[in-house]
């Protein structure tokens, strides 16, 4: 964490974050969902869209942050760092085309700068987006993580995690931030874990510092709303989704929102 208007000041930690340094070789532990790191706070809703094809899950989400922080000068000027997590098979045979190429292109494990990197394995595999309101905000880097260097709660054998850092100016977020008003749509694809007999989705929601009472229990403000649109049929546990049908999942904190696409 750093306040990005006086880089005279020293790095601070602040309760249950992790600072993520990105000078190379070094990988330290980080967190994920998208996590406001400048500032404590909370997702206050989270609405997820997930078409699910063969190879990929297209992803969209509304998301709404709140701040845990009293508002005073120096937060409201600083930058609002977020980051967000993908999941890309890590062994070759597991996985599709698209996530083949992204390794190859970044490789791991390695930090790249936005504009400083070939993006046409990144459009290709992932296509991110992140937008305030109407307003489009470039992601500034990301990162090709190996299992130990994420939290505990992330980590699944045959995933690296890819990190994407988004600076977000206080003009475009910084006065609804802390009233909790601010609405984010994020967007990206999501390669999908091939396997003789299916294709594995990975999804963690991590809900950290919510206000003492509040929980995620009203699936209205948190919930992931399914589209099987793969031509096959999706399993989540015993439940079966057939082509062409929707289906509604709750998110709880570090609760994992794993399913399999029945290969044709």
């Not at 070789?25 to 997820?48: G, K």
């Not at 130990?148 to 006065?175: D, K, N, Q």
């Amino acid at each position: 964490m750093r306040n990005t208007t006086s880089p005279g000041l020293p790095w601070m930690r602040l309760k249950r974050w992790i600072i993520l340094v990105m000078i190379l070789p070094l990988i330290v532990q980080v967190d994920a969902n998208p996590i406001a790191l400048v500032h404590r706070a909370y997702i206050s809703a989270e609405t997820l869209s997930v078409r699910m094809t063969l190879d990929a899950a297209e992803i969209e989400g509304v998301f709404q942050f709140h701040s845990a922080m009293p508002k005073d000068d120096f937060w409201g000027k600083a930058d609002i760092e977020i980051e967000i997590p993908i999941w890309i098979p890590s062994a070759a045979s597991e996985r599709g085309p698209l996530a083949q190429q992204f390794i190859q292109a970044y490789r791991e494990p390695a930090y790249h700068d936005f504009e400083k990197t070939d993006r046409s394995a990144w459009d290709a595999a992932i296509g991110f987006k992140f937008r305030i309101g109407k307003q489009d905000v470039p992601p500034v880097s990301f990162g090709v993580l190996k299992p130990a260097a994420v939290r505990s709660a992330w980590r699944r054998e045959g995933y690296f995690c890819v990190i994407v850092t988004v600076m977000v100016p206080p003009r475009l977020l910084a006065a609804k931030f802390f009233g909790g008003a601010a609405e984010t749509t994020i967007s990206y694809r999501q390669p999908l874990r091939r396997a003789h007999f299916s294709s594995e989705f990975f999804y963690v929601p991590t809900f950290d510092d919510l206000p003492s009472g509040n929980s995620t229990a009203d699936i209205k403000q948190y919930s992931m709303h399914l589209k099987n649109v793969s031509g096959s049929i999706l399993n989540i546990g015993e439940t079966k989704i057939n082509a062409g049908y929707s289906a509604v999942l709750p998110l709880a904190h570090h609760r994992p929102v794993v399913f399999q696409v029945s290969a044709k």
